[in-house]
């Protein structure tokens, strides 16, 4: 069946039923077992999958004992939330990186590890971006499943160093461009072979919002962030159109860094939340409320009536579990601008962006899942 382009879809394409009261990013904590196997260099490759087989198999069954009807397998096969898309293409210069200052409460640390590379060499996809994990979670889920992939967008900022980068693309958005190219490819593949549950991971628009980084983008980018927020949005826009098929839903999650309970920007959607929330090809958007650096609800009044807006107002940064009256009170709060109807809950971001995973522990971690599981059937009866 030929799937429609985004300007055949009409209103009704986008005002999809809300499937999902209770969500989640989708990465989570690394057992032990896999990243010691990673870091032995006698486990064969393999080993290492038969590892993380079994893994997978304990995390689908946690999802589901714990109520959820949404499926990942925890991106237990990545080291990072962009790895899939690094180590099918080649290009990318693992060793090399752009530096960025992180934050964990009030300090900066620079001591956090990167998580991609320099393109070095112009792209070339040497396999599917998820092919080595979707067959598997194909025939073990039990239920629907969602991939995650990150944002095009992502790569310019981080992956695009002066003197090397630009031997073979001239600017940042060549590099965007060629980048969407290769993600329309496998994201069209994705919603034909029945996966039911789309989500890009879109840290980079929390540069648009936090004042310092917009100084960054005009010194280090030599760019108008204005005109690159326009950008970006047509660029994952056309990820999306080449995913939109009936009965999948396209959703984007919009992050402020995740790296060891680190985060690099901060600041409410305000400055943009008219132009991404009205302007975004999505189904759904998963957004973090964790904390007051998340800024309040009330950008949430440009998003169109009929999407569905995952509230993440429990943190996978930190181990102490929130309140379930208070998660009751701020999704009342929220209802003010978004129809109840038309919310859902989730933790902020994934619990491991990163194989090296979060400062807590998977217990800390399974006890989130639930109160997420146990709110959402208590607020949407």
Not at 86 to 108: H, P, Q
Not at 177 to 191: E, F, H
Not at 281 to 306: H, I
Request: with cysteine; charged share 30%; glycine share 6%.
């Amino acid at each position: 069946m030929k799937s429609k382009s985004f300007k055949e879809f009409g209103k009704e394409d986008y005002e999809m039923p809300v499937r999902y009261r209770a969500d989640h990013i989708g990465s989570f904590l690394r057992p032990a077992e896999i990243l010691e196997a990673r870091r032995n260099p006698a486990v064969t490759p393999e080993q290492l999958k038969a590892i993380e087989d079994r893994h997978i198999l304990r995390v689908l069954a946690k999802q589901k004992e714990l109520g959820f009807e949404i499926f990942t397998d925890g991106e237990l096969r990545r080291r990072n939330f962009m790895s899939d898309f690094t180590d099918a293409v080649e290009g990318f210069d693992l060793g090399d990186a752009v530096a960025r200052a992180w934050k964990a409460g009030e300090k900066e640390d620079a001591h956090v590890s990167s998580v991609t590379g320099i393109v070095g060499a112009k792209l070339r996809q040497a396999r599917p971006l998820t092919g080595h994990e979707l067959p598997f979670l194909k025939k073990n889920s039990p239920g629907a499943i969602k991939m995650t992939l990150p944002s095009a967008t992502q790569f310019p900022a981080i992956s695009f160093k002066r003197g090397v980068t630009d031997k073979v693309y001239k600017d940042h958005s060549a590099l965007l461009w060629d980048i969407v190219g290769i993600m329309k490819a496998d994201l069209a593949k994705l919603s034909a072979e029945g996966v039911s549950y789309i989500q890009i991971d879109a840290p980079r628009y929390s540069y648009y919002m936090d004042p310092k980084w917009r100084e960054w983008i005009r010194a280090e980018m030599q760019a108008d962030p204005d005109a690159l927020l326009d950008e970006a949005v047509r660029a994952d826009n056309a990820c999306f159109e080449a995913a939109r098929r009936p009965g999948v839903t396209l959703a984007i999650h919009l992050c402020r860094g995740n790296n060891r309970s680190h985060w690099y920007a901060e600041g409410g959607y305000d400055a943009i939340a008219e132009k991404l929330f009205g302007t975004l090809a999505v189904d759904c958007f998963l957004l973090e409320y964790d904390d007051a650096r998340s800024g309040t609800f009330e950008p949430l009044r440009f998003v169109p009536r009929g999407k569905t807006v995952v509230l993440g107002l429990v943190s996978s940064k930190i181990a102490k579990l929130e309140s379930g009256d208070d998660l009751v009170k701020r999704i009342e709060e929220a209802a003010k601008f978004v129809p109840l109807e038309n919310l859902t809950l989730s933790p902020q971001c994934g619990f491991a962006s990163t194989m090296e995973g979060n400062l807590l522990t998977e217990d800390d971690q399974w006890a989130k899942m639930r109160l997420v599981a146990e709110t959402a059937r208590r607020v949407w009866k």
